[in-house]
């Protein structure tokens, strides 16, 4: 065999190995696909528990639900909820029984336990938490997607609830961005003579233009088209479902839009609200959000009821690994974003309002530096998964008990008559119902 002969050959081989491993690749992708895609059709997800034809009791819950769905780590969660829609295996008289503390807690899918089982997310945790410690109490959880509907609930159904205490679970990844649309667009807010109207805007604005609000190139990494492909690239390469397991725990956050074309108001990532210094027409959110806040608290306080705000951070607030792949995979210029930034701003109008808001965001960043344990759903969801639901429990404990405890005195002077006062500052004083989350906790 001459030389040649022989460089063939090993030419041939060589390819031949090469045509193989590609189809092998080419085949094996195809058939994670397939298995990928069969498994979420055949199961329910949490877009099967939501009605949104109409708000109710329950938000936007289905009611009478009873079924499970996917749990997004290849297993499926149960999901239940009662006639009126509300996420409890149990049914709730309209006013509550002498006695009891009734916690009616507003929110969109973190409030109710996104892909998490009945009795694995934070909601029930407090619940059996309250029982322990005080027997007689309750929590009434509605989806009210977004804090412009959450007002518009509280209106038509919250107050006839007769709840001690309400909460308003904030998620930073898209609620902020969803207060600029709420206003204006879906309900018109007015307070007049300290009373609240919120009605259903009968002439809508138009929706939002997501193009017209993209994030500013300062807060982006300069690339040339070298730099561009290979970023884009290893973002194309971690998200086949051959290499995507291997990744998928810290994945990027996801996008609602074009991964390219960064916008301002993302429903998923919320970039945004973290620019520093804030953009203008992401401020403007901050003050719809705020006068939302302002006419619920006002709402509450007229008739009553502790408001309370929480707070539920975003995936790469808590594990620093996922801000690194977002940097990294959206080619974000980190030293342009505060990771505190919607807290503080948040926090800082609670205090000046006299607001309850319970931040467990440095707490839950610690508890998952301690642990190493993913506190969120894979593949970049927003969500937290099981664990991040104990964490957060565990995390938000002491402000929350210092808010039940508020609850209960007011159960209690009810039931006896009297009137009681309950952290109201003197003029002058600075507010003192502010609890923050700032203790770490160092047991289970």
């Not at 938490?129 to 919250?158: D, H, S």
């Not at 620093?320 to 995979?329: G, H, K, N, S, T």
Request: charged content about 20%; overall charge positive; some cysteine.
């Amino acid at each position: 065999m001459t030389l040649t002969d022989w460089q063939k050959k090993v030419t041939f081989i060589i390819l031949s190995v090469i045509v193989s491993l590609a189809l092998a690749v080419f085949l094996a992708e195809i058939c994670l696909e397939i298995t990928d895609r069969h498994e979420k059709n055949a199961l329910l997800d949490y877009p099967d528990t939501i009605d949104g034809r109409s708000l109710s009791w329950g938000g936007f819950l289905k009611k009478n639900f009873n079924a499970y769905v996917t749990d997004g780590l290849g297993g499926r969660a149960h999901w239940v909820t009662d006639a009126e829609g509300f996420r409890s295996t149990n049914s709730f008289s309209r006013e509550p029984a002498p006695g009891v503390l009734r916690i009616l807690a507003l929110g969109d899918s973190f409030n109710v336990g996104y892909r998490v089982d009945q009795k694995f997310y934070f909601n029930h945790w407090r619940q059996q938490w309250l029982k322990r410690k005080y027997g007689q109490a309750e929590i009434l959880v509605a989806e009210t997607e977004e804090p412009a509907t959450a007002l518009y609930y509280l209106v038509k159904f919250g107050l006839r609830l007769q709840p001690q205490i309400v909460t308003l679970g904030l998620t930073l990844g898209n609620d902020i961005a969803e207060a600029y649309v709420g206003m204006g667009r879906r309900y018109l807010i007015t307070a007049t003579n300290g009373q609240v109207h919120i009605a259903i805007n009968s002439k809508p604005l138009p929706g939002l233009n997501l193009a017209a609000y993209q994030i500013p190139p300062a807060y982006l990494k300069s690339e040339n088209p070298f730099q561009r492909f290979t970023r884009r690239t290893g973002r194309w390469l971690t998200r086949t479902p051959l290499l995507r397991p291997f990744y998928q725990q810290h994945e990027a956050v996801t996008s609602w839009g074009d991964r390219d074309q960064l916008n301002l108001f993302d429903f998923n990532n919320g970039f945004g609200m973290f620019a520093q210094p804030t953009p203008p027409a992401v401020e403007k959110a901050y003050q719809r959000l705020f006068h939302i806040l302002k006419a619920m608290s006002l709402l509450c306080r007229q008739h009553g009821i502790i408001f309370a705000v929480q707070i539920f951070p975003q995936r790469y607030q808590v594990q620093p690994e996922d801000w690194l792949r977002a940097v990294q995979e959206y080619g974000l210029k980190a030293s342009r974003f505060n990771l505190m930034g919607p807290n503080q701003k948040i926090v800082a109008f609670c205090r000046q309002q006299n607001i309850i808001c319970l931040d467990a965001t440095a707490a839950l960043a610690r508890w998952y530096a301690r642990r190493h344990q993913p506190l969120y759903l894979p593949r970049g969801d927003m969500h937290w998964n099981q664990n991040g639901h104990w964490a957060f429990f565990k995390c938000s404990l002491p402000a929350f008990a210092k808010l039940a405890e508020q609850g209960y005195l007011k159960v209690q002077a009810n039931t006896s008559g009297q009137t009681v006062r309950i952290n109201t500052p003197r003029p002058g004083e600075p507010a003192k119902s502010t609890v923050l989350i700032e203790s770490y906790v160092k047991k289970d």
